[in-house]
Nanobody, 120 residues
Framework: QVQLVESGGGLVQPGGSLRLSCAASGFTFSVYTMSWYRQVPGKERELVAAISSPGGRTDYVDSMKGRFTISRDNAKNTVYLQMNSLKPEDTAVYYC?????????????WGQGTQVTVSS
């Protein structure tokens, strides 16, 4: 079965860093666009960063450029989000997303999320 399992979240002080990981299984990881989203209670889930298949292009939300870096290791079926200079407003549940079009069908998968809390 398809699984996306996030890890690496936790409590960090403002200005600190975390690296999130998303381990994928059950699908052909290398052909999927991988993304990180985040969500706080009462707000819509928002895109953080995306990386193309097989990994030649990355895109970031403007507010996160220069602080966050998305990368992927197709041999390990894993996508990462390196988060630096964290701010309290970065506090959210971070979700891993996989998306692809295969022939005329769309495939999309979500992880369960990992909590990131930025606080003194």
């Amino acid at each position: 079965q398809v699984q996306l399992v996030e890890s690496g979240g936790g409590l960090v002080q403002p200005g600190g860093s975390l690296r999130l990981s998303c381990a994928a299984s059950g699908f052909t990881f290398s052909v999927y666009t991988m993304s990180w989203y985040r969500q706080v209670p009462g707000k819509e889930r928002e895109l953080v960063a995306a990386i193309s298949s097989p990994g030649g292009r990355t895109d970031y939300v403007d507010s996160m450029k220069g602080r966050f870096t998305i990368s992927r290791d197709n041999a390990k079926n894993t996508v990462y989000l390196q988060m630096n200079s964290l701010k309290p407003e970065d506090t959210a549940v971070y979700y891993c997303n996989a998306r692809a079009k295969v022939f005329f069908r769309e495939y999309e998968y979500w992880g369960q999320g990992t909590q990131v809390t930025v606080s003194s």
